[in-house]
């Protein structure tokens, strides 16, 4: 028997996680790469898709069904890079498990290297540095190349180690420290490797290796111009010794953009119809921001539970009868702090805060439900 194929029965020294999402053209070629670089390694890899509509699950099953170094993990009702790769790395029972990506966009040569560091026990992680050319990286566009710059500098307020590219999203890890991080870690957004170094509460020892990044070989990215809201709320969340969710910190930005929206729109109604007087112009106005935090909560805030088509009315209708409720508890415990004998600014934030908090509760547990 050839030493390859007894490595295929041994329990696996490596798992490689690979979160994936309409990945299916992509597959086959991975666990071919995979399979041909690691021929003196035990390995599996453990495809974790979040009910892709393509079907890759049941592509992934496919190829599992035929040779046991290769799993799916399907999960239904739920989206997010993040959590999909936390939810990988917990299955596994092996000593190193490496996260990478599904579109062959990571260098699947690179884990040979990051293997052989990992393997000295004075090493917690070895992470895939995306080697620049001059100052961007190649394969990503413009405006992620200046994202992930950006997000590197901001890194350092939360990230105590010095590493070159915090948002990489190949790395590998001994599945010992993930064990220990997995409860302090963030399900939603996508910087995994960013919140591991944030949550650690020992100092890791940590080595890098450059790859190139390629083009994506099959379908298209699913991260956008959103993820820099995300990635900011994720800086908030453990300034505040992750105290606020990552949730909340957006949806309480979106809220303090309404105000904005909400004067706007009052002075807007009060210059073209004066007719309509104070009053209506400012319900007016009060309507127009709701639908406004409603829109960018729906495709921000809340943009992996999405709610689309006729739900968009009911769940409107919702969100706006919560806000009125919210906007009566807001009024109700400022007044009764203001009447403590507390300053305004004290009474007021105290009110705008539980508003906030109510409409955020309300708004998870009946707009944007978990399925
Ligand atoms: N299960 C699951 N659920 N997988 C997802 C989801 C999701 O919601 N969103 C994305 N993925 C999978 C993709 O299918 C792919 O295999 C991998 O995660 C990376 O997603 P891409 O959409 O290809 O990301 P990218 O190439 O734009 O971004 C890369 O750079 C980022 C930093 O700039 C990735 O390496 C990111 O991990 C990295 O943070
Ligand atoms: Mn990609």
Known sequence: MKISSNLEILPPELSIIVPVFNEKGNIEKLIELVAATLTDVAWEIIFVDDDSPDGTANHVKAYAAKDRRVRCIRRVGRRGLSGATIEGMLSSSARYVAVMDGDLQH???????????????????????????????????????????????????????DVNDPMSGFFMVRREIVEEVAPKLATEGFKILADILASSSKKLSIRETPYVFRE?????????????????????????????PIRFFLF??????????????????????????????????????MASNFILNNQLTYRDRRIKGLQLISGFLIFALSCSIGIIANIGIAQLIYSDGQVWWLAGLAGAITGSVFNYV???LFVWRKK
């Open 107 to 161: 260098d699947e040569r690179v884990l040979i290297k990051m293997l052989a560091l990992i393997r000295s026990p004075s090493v917690d992680m070895v992470i895939a540095t995306r080697e620049r050319d001059g100052s961007s990286i190649p394969g990503l566009t413009g405006q992620r190349s200046f994202i992930s710059n950006f997000g590197k500098l901001l890194s350092r307020l939360v990230i105590k180690t």
């Open 216 to 244: 994506r070989h099959d379908g298209e990215s699913k991260l956008d111009a959103r993820v820099a809201f995300d990635y900011i709320g994720f800086l908030f969340h453990h300034l505040t010794g992750r105290l606020v």
């Open 252 to 289: 309480g930005l979106v809220g303090a953009f309404g105000v904005i929206v909400h004067l706007t729109a009052l002075r807007f109604y009060l210059s073209i119809m004066p007719s309509w007087g104070f009053e209506l112009s400012q319900t007016l106005a009060t309507f127009t921001a």
């Open 362 to 364: 309300t708004s998870g």
